[in-house]
């Protein structure tokens, strides 16, 4: 069973880092390829990373490459997004996601588990 928890999210300052964690209490972390959305209120749910089952390939959004990497623990099922040079127009909702398929997904229907969302805001 998949059950999946974000944390790590908060306020920062315009320019700051934050690593946003999201850990799955289910047995089955390791098969699963994981992305990361985010939402703001009013719009649609947004791709942001994918790292896939089971080579590890990392897909980004244009907005975030180069700022964002996506990561992965299978030890501690436990998925990582580190976020540098944060703008306000990061700011969001952030969730995770798993599906079982094994190459990088960008639509949210292609993922059938998800968290319930950490808050990241990035204001000065």
């Known amino acids: 069973q998949v059950q999946l928890r974000e944390s790590g999210g908060g306020l920062v300052q315009p320019g700051d880092s934050l690593r946003i964690a999201c850990t799955d209490s289910?047995?089955?972390?390791?098969?699963?390829?994981m992305g990361w959305f985010r939402q703001t209120p009013g719009k649609e749910r947004d791709f942001v990373a994918s790292i896939s089952y089971p080579d590890f390939s990392r897909d980004y959004a244009d907005s975030v490459a180069g700022r964002f990497i996506i990561s992965r623990d299978n030890a501690r099922s436990t998925l990582y997004l580190r976020m540098t040079d944060l703008r306000p127009e990061d700011t969001s909702v952030y969730y995770c996601?798993?599906?079982?398929?094994?190459?990088?997904?960008?639509?949210?229907?292609?993922?059938?588990?998800w968290g319930q969302g950490t808050q990241v805001t990035v204001s000065s």
């Open positions: 996601a798993a599906t079982f398929k094994s190459h990088p997904a960008r639509t949210s229907k292609e993922y059938p588990y």
């Open positions: 289910g047995p089955d972390f390791s098969t699963y390829t």
